[in-house]
Structures are given as C-alpha cells and as structure tokens.
C-alpha cells in the first residue's frame, strides 16, 4: 500500500460524530483514501456511500471500501451525479482547497435530500498562529500542512464559514472546534480547552467542524 500523508487518512471521528443518525446514503467530498466512509459504513449496516477523490493512489484504495469512488476536482466531476440524492455530504478539510468552495457547496448542497446535511471541517485562519506569522515574524507561514498549507486556495475565519454555509442554502446547526495553542501538533494543545476562554476561543481555534442543514 503506498504512504500517504497522515493528515490525509483516517477515520475523522470529529465529522462522523455529527453525522445524524437518520443518514443513510452520503456523498464525501475528498475521501481520501475512504477510512471515514468505511467507519460510517460499519456503523450504520445498509449504508452507502460514495466517495470523491482528485488523488488517483488514495482514489483506488477508497475504491475497495466505498460503494463507488469519483476521480477528479469536485469542481468538474459533479455533473456524473446529477439526478442523485444524498442524506448527507462530508467535506473533511477540503473546501478551502478549491478555487470556488462557495459555488461547489451550492452544488453540492443541491444534491441533499430535502432537509439532508453537510457536515464539513474547515480550518480556521483566525488562529493565533496566524497573528503571530504576519505581526511579528513578519511573514505568511506557507507550510506542507494545517492551517497554512501552500496548496490553500481560499481562507475561512468563524464569520466566513457561517456566510459559506448560508450563501448555499444551508443552515449551520452545530459549530464545534478543535482546538490548539500551537499550529502544529505539540504537548501543549492538551490545555487548550482550559485556556479557551470566550474572549479566546477563535485565536485558539485550530479548525471549525461544522454540521448545516438544507434549508
């Protein structure tokens, strides 16, 4: 089996936790190498799922754990699931790797059943992490992953991700947050909810997980 990225793989218990136990048919947006569509499968017998992947390695390991795996940017494949509808769509830490997550999640929101949901991880530029970089280093943190992975197109603080959700018809529900005091992974995050006071919840909010309801 090829390696791939830990950041990338997993089952992402924090997003199948949101999921409502009435879905029973979801479309995951960037399955990777589909832990978390398999996880969902095991949890709820009859389930399906269907996997979209642009990675062509972790696409065909998905393909052996999903009901059916799309190739491709969501922005193009899309169309190969018109007339379909779904219970639920996940987006883990995806949508702010596309040029136009506000017309895709419009899409995407589209293919719900009516009253079905998104459940989506998005993370969260209001960081401290963020603060520190460009105020006192002086300098934007491209990195390989988390909040600022170079391969980001798009940005999203707390206000952006709720405008996200309602320009697609799509209201949030639940917004929880992972948190972090540092970027990366580090001992110190284990104190992170002590310190997350109300005044300081979004500097040291490292991701947003959100669940949204079709209107």
């Excluded at 947006?29 to 062509?56: N, W």
């Excluded at 999903?66 to 169309?79: E, S």
Aim: glycine share 10%; hydrophobic share 45%.
């Amino acid at each position: 089996m090829p390696e791939f990225k830990p950041s990338y793989v997993g089952p992402r218990g924090d997003l199948a936790r949101l999921v409502p136990v009435s879905c029973r048919s979801f479309l995951d947006v960037g399955c990777a190498t589909g832990e978390l569509g398999a996880s969902l499968k095991r949890l709820r017998p009859g389930a399906r799922v269907v996997g979209l992947e642009v990675d062509e390695a972790m696409a065909a390991e998905a393909m052996h754990k999903l009901d059916r795996v799309l190739v491709g940017d969501a922005g193009t494949v899309l169309d190969e699931l018109a007339g379909e509808r779904f219970d639920c769509v996940v987006c883990g830490d995806v949508l702010e790797h596309l040029a136009d997550p506000w017309g895709v999640l419009r899409r995407l929101a589209a293919l719900l059943e009516p009253g079905g949901y998104v459940v989506a991880s998005i993370p969260n530029v209001g960081h401290l992490d963020t603060l520190v970089s460009v105020f006192v280093r002086r300098r934007w943190p491209y990195r390989e992953r988390g909040i600022h992975d170079a391969t980001h197109l798009r940005w999203f603080a707390r206000r952006n991700v709720g405008e996200l959700f309602e320009q697609a018809g799509l209201d949030v529900v639940t917004l929880r947050r992972n948190l972090r005091i540092v970027e990366r992974p580090h001992g110190l995050n284990r104190f992170a909810r002590f310190a997350a006071l109300p005044g300081l919840r979004d500097l040291l909010t490292f991701q947003f997980v959100v669940l949204g309801r079709k209107s």
